[in-house]
């Protein structure tokens, strides 16, 4: 089936895509973005997040043909030219990266929630990033990337 | 494959009785999982997300009509006040992305044992408002759940909406998992409590092949709170009271052992709910006996 989704902006189309395939493979393997990860495919870390119609989402989740006519953002769509979102360059002085892999869905959701609260408390971060593991940071740089981001948006 | 999109309600219906064997699919939560890991190849999917009809809720005559489509972050948002119980069970499902997309409708539609809406709906009188090309049926909650995944839907039926009283006194749901995030209950519990009838709602979770009702839990305890007069002046209830309350919500499970935990533990932790959550609702009760009308 044909998908047509606006992607970052970006008018985007897709041919001969299965019907039963995610919005995750659609972006990675056929849209040449990829920043959302693959990781665990069922929802369970959070790695693929990115926001369908402005809502953060799993995109392993969200089957391709149900992005048809709408709008997606990718991590990929969130720094402006050569200009880091104030999340991503956070996450890079705080050294709340590690490996990456999960970086891109922390980002989005980090991105989210400060669009939503401007400054969260300790808690409410916690709460926002609950649906997206990190392996290798133990979650303090993480959350300290977050305060920091706060502070400076 | 088919992927079926249809823009109404009335064209899901007409392709539901077309393609029987397609499945519906609105947040993909369980329905991807499935497609992801090859345990399912259906037909074809049927997207219900175009379909505003199913994505809307409305209160009319103190009865909430929740359309399936409304994600939980909504009804977290939105329907804290009406349905108390609900918002909470909705609060505890997964993280924020899976409460951004999963449904109260796909709840009902997977039917797990285990779902958070489950126990709720049971306890607030909730209706499933089941509709096809042939018509529209009103199936009670109680009467929903026919087995592990099984639910009363026939194959050309869809879930339009979700029929709930608006709470007219203190409900609860609490839940027990290995974390507070992204936890499938290893048991769960939901209490609602009725002053104007004079009556308790408790049901259980992830405890038996379907969600259901405890009836004895339920009569002992409004049996109780009738002789002591406590509707009308609420007073704190006895120790005792709580604890039987609490084994008799046990009694009522048929648990078994598996990766989340033993039949026993499952036991031993309905009581501790069943207890806990009585004493955050008669506390609410004792403190707001006048928000929730009085009218015993
Ligand atoms: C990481 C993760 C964590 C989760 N945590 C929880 C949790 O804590 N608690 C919990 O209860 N669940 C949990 N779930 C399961 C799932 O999110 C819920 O069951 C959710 O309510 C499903 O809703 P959905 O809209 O995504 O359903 P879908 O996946 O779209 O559909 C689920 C089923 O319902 C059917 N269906 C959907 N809509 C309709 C309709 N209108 N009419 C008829 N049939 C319909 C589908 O055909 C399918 O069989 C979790 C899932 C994941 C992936
Ligand atoms: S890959 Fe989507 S949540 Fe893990
Ligand atoms: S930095 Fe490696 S998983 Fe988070």
Redesign the interface.
């Known amino acids: ?1 044909r998908v047509d989704v606006t992607v970052n902006g970006e008018a985007r189309r897709a041919d001969d895509v ?3 395939e ?1 919005l995750l493979f659609l972006l990675r393997e056929r849209l040449g973005l990829p920043g959302a990860k693959n990781a665990c ?4 870390c ?1 790695s693929c ?1 990115v926001y369908l119609d402005d ?4 995109a ?4 391709a ?2 992005a ?1 006519g709408r709008e997606v953002r990718t991590v990929e769509g969130l720094a402006v030219g050569d200009e880091l979102d104030p999340v991503q360059e956070a996450f890079v002085e705080a050294g709340a990266v590690q490996c990456g892999f999960c970086t891109p869905g922390l980002v989005v ?1 980090a991105h989210d929630l400060l669009n939503r609260v401007a400054a969260p408390s300790d808690p409410e971060i916690r ?2 990033l ?3 593991l990190c392996r290798c940071t133990g979650y303090e740089k993480i959350l300290d990337a977050v305060r920091l981001a706060a502070r400076r948006r | 494959m088919d992927f079926l999109r249809p823009d109404t309600l009335a064209e899901a219906l007409a392709l539901k009785a077309e393609h029987p064997d397609a499945v519906p699919i609105a947040g993909g939560t369980d329905v991807m999982v499935e497609l992801n890991f090859d345990h399912r190849r259906p037909a074809a999917l049927l997207d219900l997300t175009r379909v505003a009809e199913l994505r809307q809720w409305s209160e009319r005559a103190g009865v909430v009509r929740l359309g399936s489509g409304v994600p939980y972050a909504r009804v977290i948002d939105e329907l804290g006040g009406a349905l108390p119980g609900l918002a909470a069970a909705s609060r505890t499902v997964g993280s924020p992305q899976i409460r951004n997309r999963g449904t109260v409708g796909g709840n009902l539609g997977a039917a797990s044992p285990a779902g958070d809406a489950h126990p709720v709906l049971l306890t607030v009188d909730a209706v499933v408002e089941a509709v096809s090309a042939r018509g529209t049926r009103l199936i009670p909650a109680t009467e929903f759940y026919l087995g592990v995944k099984r639910n009363a839907l026939e194959p050309d039926e869809l879930i339009a909406a979700v029929l709930i009283p608006r709470a007219r006194g203190p409900q609860q749901f609490c839940k027990v998992g290995t974390r507070n995030a992204m936890v499938i209950a290893v048991c769960s519990f939901a209490i609602a409590l009725h002053p104007a009838a004079a009556r308790v709602a408790a049901a259980i979770g992830s405890a038996a092949p379907t969600p259901r009702r405890a009836s004895a839990a339920e009569e002992f305890l409004s049996g109780e709170l009738t002789a002591a007069d406590q509707w009308r002046s609420p007073r704190p209830l006895p120790e005792p009271v709580r604890r039987r309350f609490g084994e008799l919500v046990a009694e009522a499970a048929s648990p078994i052992d598996d990766v989340r935990g033993t039949a026993a533990y499952r036991g031993h932790a309905l009581a501790v709910l069943a207890r806990r959550a009585l004493g955050w609702a008669w506390q609410d009760y004792q403190d707001h006996r006048d928000r929730w009308g009085g009218s015993v």
Do not use: D
């Open positions: 089936m299965w019907e039963g995610s495919e069922q929802g369970e959070g997040t809502v953060p989402v799993c392993c989740l969200v089957a043909g149900q048809h959701a709460e926002a609950a649906g997206n």
